[in-house]
């Protein structure tokens, strides 16, 4: 026989605890004369079963239940379903912490993934605060999404595009198209997001311009000079190492603004805000982006796309936000397939170059996969080239 305090010790319980079992009915104990209650082993034994059903999620009053009438199914299942979902989300817990202990790498992608979509100011924040400069922080946003290989995986991204005029699609007639739309003469262009120059060359070559190139990979204007010289061109074409988002120039500094398929990267709405003051009045921005041609559909083509572009719109979308951030369309044009073909197959050629060298390389991966959508688009999705006015 026990006491109430000598059986809250052996059952490892509180004395509290055991005066609320005894009133709600899950355990009995005998008084004896001089009004002390007293415990038996059989007791023990019953706290240790309501302790079990406890541990699988069973309430106080589920445990009752149970004692006096067995188990019931339906509680029981639901006990379970919840139980399940629990023991999922603590192992998202586990792979996420294990990730950024470098130990997952596909679940620290997803990580930066998902905060990408859901809180891009936060994630941004959060990169500077581990010291990440402004280049590295795009660059892990939008390509390598691993703390700890981003370095390898943007030392393969420099090698494979080494040498290639484009890093997305895009076509000399579709830009020169574009600039036939402009309706000056313009005297200062800036190409944002230039990358290896196929763009800045075109614009020097067809106006008399002074043409500025920037964008944040050094190895891709270094390439731009060598076009520039061999082209007789250098005179015409100043190179500038800088960001998009901090674009080192005053406000009215062009008549011309030029981003083709860069504009994505701090965000199409961003890019149309930010950029606009560096436009004189009246003055024009060419700008292409990715847009969805028809309604989405529930595949794998759209699973990539939110992945890799969640802002993805449609042409609408994109003409109201032109509207909305002070610009006036002049016209719009879709890209075809020439367009996919100048960035997608030279860059193939690359990868079937590299890749036996390069084993293993998730950048090799992230782009053979790219591939495999881009050549399935059968015309669900483009590149949408537009030609804006500043308006007053």
Sequence with gaps: MYKISELASRAGLSRSTLLYYEKLGLLRGQRSANGYRYYTDTDLQQLFLIRQLQAGGLSLKECLNCLNSGPDPAILRQRLKILDQEIADKQQARQLLSSLLGEDDNTLRGFHINLEQRAPIAHEQWLQA???????????????????QHSDYMNDFKRIFEGLDRHGPGSEQDSLWALSQVGNSPESILDIGCGTGASSLLLAEQTSA???????????LDCLKQKAEKNKLSHRIQTCNANMTDIPFAPASFDLLWSEGSAYIMGFAHALSQWRPLLKDHGFLVVSDLVWTGKQQDDDIADFWRMGYPDMQTAGERFDQCRHHGYELVASRMQGKDAWDNYVRPLEQRLNQLEPEMSGSQTIKDLRKEIGILDRFKGRFTYMIMVLQKKS
């Design 130 to 148: 581990q010291g990440f400069n402004q280049t590295d922080r795009l660059q892990l946003r939008w390509l390598s999404r691993n703390l700890h």
């Design 210 to 220: 002074r043409v500025t190139a920037l964008d944040n990979l050094q190895e891709s």
